[in-house]
């Protein structure tokens, strides 16, 4: 069963035992461009990426509820970064892409980093927005940190409003209530394995593998994931450029979206070879 809305649908798709609820853009006009593979943050259901839909109009997009995340049910077991990778090349497989863009928030930058490695000559660009190289993350602010990991942030949304800005460095107001809004709990053992996935894994031992087009985005007010962790991605991948949005938190891809998704166009639609001359570990900020 599948909800369409103008470019929009919503399908269930079974890959192996597991049940994903799928968003799945289409391009405005088709003119040829890669589709887009985006994974989320924990705990971020499909509702919280809808605007990246709107935003970019012009290329396929594609992305998924995590088991036990939205309307995706929870697994029997955890998982491996590189299952959930194996199980999102599946799923692209499904929907007939083979080479394309790939772009991971936070958590889901895990996810784009692993599955880059492992389909790596599928992968033509690489899009890394408030993340890190893993477990050997600079750490943010414990305030952050210990907000973060209180389910009271699902289940209350006084609470989630009033630590707001201590969680993800962003100011309160019409974006914090929107985010709140469209915000739906995991289920426990869905956020769970979420958690356990991230443990032990970094992508120090194979970065250097990645030798796509890479921008790294990061907000200089992230209390989450530190500017630290986006110059670390930036020296470590062969083939990098930084973006800094200035007064940027956690959330500058929702909240600072007038500067931040340009930026992302201009990545997407630029000519490889261009990629290859002019990304060289520089570093933009707006």
């Known amino acids: 069963m599948a909800y369409t809305h103008e470019r929009l649908s919503i399908s269930y798709e079974t890959i192996g035992t597991q049940v994903l609820r799928v968003a799945h853009w289409k391009a405005e006009v088709d ?5 887009l593979l985006f994974f989320n943050g924990i705990g971020a259901n499909l509702e919280l990426s809808f605007m990246l839909g709107e935003l970019l109009p012009d290329r396929d997009i594609l992305t998924f509820d995590v088991p036990g995340v939205g309307d995706s049910p929870a697994p029997l077991l ?38 880059a490695i492992q389909y790596r000559k599928r992968v ?15 750490p943010g602010k414990m305030a952050s940190i210990s907000k973060m990991t209180n389910p009271r942030r699902y289940a209350d949304p006084d609470f989630m409003l009033r630590n707001f800005e201590t969680l993800y460095g962003e100011e309160g107001g019409d974006e914090a209530q ?23 894994w970094t992508s120090l031992p194979f970065i250097r593998m990645l030798k796509m087009p890479t921008l790294v985005l990061a907000g200089d007010r992230d209390s989450i994931v530190p500017m630290a962790n986006a110059h670390i991605l930036n020296f470590a991948l062969p083939n990098a450029r930084l973006h800094v949005i200035h007064d940027g938190g956690h959330l500058f891809l929702m909240s600072r979206a007038d500067e931040t998704v340009p930026v992302i166009q201009d ?12 990304i060289t570990h520089g570093v933009q900020t707006a």
Request: proline share 8%.
């Open 31 to 35: 003119l040829g461009k890669r589709p």
């Open 78 to 115: 955890p998982y491996r970064p590189w299952q959930l990778a194996r199980m999102a090349r599946k799923l692209v497989d499904r929907f007939g892409y083979y080479n394309l863009d790939v772009m991971g928030v936070s958590w889901g930058g895990v996810m784009a980093q692993q599955f």
């Open 124 to 138: 033509k660009r690489l899009i890394l927005a408030a993340t890190t190289t893993g477990m050997t993350m600079v």
């Open 178 to 200: 929107n985010f709140v809004t469209h915000l739906r709990p995991p289920s426990p053992r869905g956020y769970m394995f979420q958690m356990l996935a991230f443990i032990g």
């Open 267 to 278: 990545f997407l639609n630029e000519p490889y070879e261009v990629d290859l001359a002019e």
